[in-house]
């Protein structure tokens, strides 16, 4: 996982749907062009992070799983 990222969110311990909602609500405080690092613990994560950047057109720059820790990078679309 990249280290170059403008924001981080701490969502480990909350379950769907609350990683997305504050993932969402991170995003609009962002630019464009911006990376937000969103580290979770639900094991649903990855499919429900995949279809809200599908849905919302922001880019799932990558993923990754360790130890039951998922982290995702997210680029922030563009207006």
């Known amino acids: 996982m990249s280290n170059a990222f403008d924001a981080d969110l701490d969502v480990r311990g909350l ?5 997305i909602l504050k993932t969402k609500k991170q995003l609009v405080v962002m630019e464009p062009g911006e990376l937000l690092r969103v580290r979770a613990t639900d094991p649903h994560s990855v499919i429900d992070f995949m279809a809200f950047c599908e849905k919302t057109g922001n880019d799932l720059v990558e993923h990754s799983e360790q130890d039951g820790e998922y982290h995702f990078l997210l680029r922030r679309k563009s207006d």
Do not use: G, S
């Not at 379950?15 to 990683?19: A, G, K, Q, S, V």
């Open 15 to 19: 379950n769907c749907p609350l990683p």
